[in-house]
């Protein structure tokens, strides 16, 4: 009843904060919005004819398929906004279920899966977006738990069924598996793992493989080695990346979860214990995936924090067999109360600042005009430039072809794409910018809210049509650069 009562009050915070736009808070979400679409049309948004002027799209539908299937029943809008909430909030159970497996105590079990659930990485980048992660990241745990269960019959078989269902919603279960890897072969050096564990390990790693590369082929075999960095332009990969700091893995995991779950891995990592060999797996493994690149930081940091938080429950228990043993015992519940609360507020507060800034940049009700407002004025075949931030809100919204967005797969010469649009917002020349929209046949260009306008502003070749907080400039037709000889 604990933990219902905890996955309620977490369900209950994250729908306020998400009720206070009617939008969502990243241009990603919209391209779910547009697959969940899609398929209550009776079709797979798999061959978008409006991302980069004409794409194909591969990713798992799963997750658009399970919104699409509880659209039936309520109203879109209402599960875009409440569903993907409602599964992040799950993460509640598996985050007890695991501390208490390693503690024994249920107050400290409740009190690590409020924790795990408020995690900033996790509770800010999930609130407003219509994101696979939602469901994925509880999906992870709640493998992490079942695996810790085997060999038990019941729970191989809900672990065999869980994998099967994780596999096909998120390329994530890579990671889960390769957890499992370091797992097995800690447990194999100190001889401590069943032949259950063995046979149960590697089908898994195998078969998560063989299933990933039979759904990311196409990408694989397009991109080669670079699929792992999902062909992301190099100039915003190396920006991307080169802004984490220590202080960001504090803030977006908490000092609490952080200093905590840091101190039981030096403690237990070592130890014969299950629990924290399953944990310390976990942490070890994206720890070197975010050194090497090999995850985007949010999700590193959504794992990293969870984890470490699960483990913060295992150094809360060592803090109150001490405090037992001491003169002060009878104050234990005080003690124990301030310090939990202390824990909380490490959490609590990176999670108002980073959800007031996330809703600050969702996109507002004068953009959203803007947008379905292009799409009733111009053409079908209106190509309309913008940033990658901003790429699948003209798809979804104006319902027009974009340039470029944040889905970079399958694009060739990426890299020559990007610059040339981020090129036509620094650019003083006006011949210049006429050269790059023909070059990609487009016809209206968007200055983002928070953006500089650009040099070229409202010139012979270039009419701003719009100019709020957002700037829409038109190309002229007869507007062409030609060679002189």
């Known amino acids: 009843m604990g933990a219902i009562a905890v996955f309620l009050l977490v369900l209950a915070v994250r729908l306020f904060a998400a009720f206070q736009t009617p939008y969502y808070s990243s241009d990603e979400s919209y391209l779910h919005v547009r697959a969940v679409e899609n398929i209550l049309e009776g079709k797979l948004l ?9 794409r194909t799209l591969v990713m798992s539908p799963l997750f658009d398929a399970i919104l699409a299937l509880f659209s039936l029943i309520m109203p879109i809008d209402l599960v875009l906004k409440i569903m993907p909430n ?9 985050a007890f279920l695991i501390s208490y497996k390693i503690t ?8 690590s899966a409020l924790l795990a659930s408020l995690v900033p990485a996790f509770f800010s980048n999930t609130f407003n977006q219509v994101t696979p992660l939602t469901l994925a990241i509880p999906t992870f745990f709640f493998l992490a738990y079942a695996w810790l269960r085997v060999p038990e019959k019941t729970w191989v078989i809900i672990f065999l069924s869980l994998l099967l269902f994780f596999v096909f919603l998120h390329p994530l279960s890579i990671v889960f598996v390769l957890s499992i890897g370091i797992y097995i072969t800690f447990t194999a050096l100190e001889q401590n793992a069943t032949t259950a564990e063995y046979e149960l390990g590697l089908f898994s790693i195998f078969f998560t493989l063989w299933a990933q590369f039979l759904l990311y082929k196409k990408l694989i075999i397009f991109h080669g080695i670079s699929v792992i960095w999902q062909n992301i332009p190099k100039e915003l990969l190396s920006s991307f990346y080169s802004q984490i700091t220590m202080w960001d893995a504090i803030w977006q995991i908490g000092i609490a979860p952080l200093t905590g779950g840091t101190f039981a891995l030096y403690r237990t990592a070592f130890k014969k214990q299950k629990e924290t060999q399953l944990l310390f797996s976990i942490t070890l493994v994206s720890i070197v995936m975010l050194w090497f690149k090999l995850i985007d930081f949010t ?7 969870i984890t470490l938080t699960l483990l913060f429950a295992q150094r809360t228990s060592y803090f109150v067999k001490f405090i037992l043993e001491t003169k002060i015992a009878k104050y234990c519940a005080i003690i124990m109360t301030i310090l ?29 005009s803007v947008l379905t407002g292009l799409g009733d004025e111009t053409s079908q075949n209106a190509t309309i430039i913008a940033p990658p931030t901003y790429g699948n809100y003209i798809t979804a919204l104006a319902q027009r072809k974009n340039v470029i967005d944040k889905y970079y797969f399958l694009i ?25 929209f023909d070059k ?22 270039f009419k701003r049509i719009h100019a709020t907080n957002i700037i829409v400039y038109k190309k002229d037709p007869n507007c062409k650069v030609k060679a002189v000889t």
């Not at 999700?299 to 924090?305: A, K, S």
């Not at 939990?340 to 959203?368: F, G, H, M, R, W």
């Not at 620094?426 to 790059?436: D, G, H, I, N, W």
């Open 299 to 305: 999700t590193g940091f959504m794992l990293l924090g």
């Open 440 to 461: 990609y046949s487009a016809t209206h260009l968007i200055v983002p809210p928070g953006m500089k306008d650009v040099k070229y502003a409202d010139s012979k070749c």
């Open 46 to 54: 798999w061959n978008d004819p409006l991302g980069y002027g004409g």
């Open 86 to 94: 409602i599964f992040s909030s799950l993460l509640v159970i598996p």
């Open 412 to 436: 060739p010469e990426i890299n020559e794409r990007y610059k040339d649009v981020m090129r036509l917002y620094k650019t003083s020349f006006e011949t210049e910018a006429v050269e790059l």
């Open 104 to 111: 024994k105590i249920a107050w400290i079990s409740l009190s």
């Open 340 to 368: 939990l609360l202390s824990a909380l507020s490490t959490v609590v507060y990176p999670d108002y600042i980073e959800t007031q800034k996330q809703l600050t940049n969702t996109i507002t009700q004068e953009e959203i």
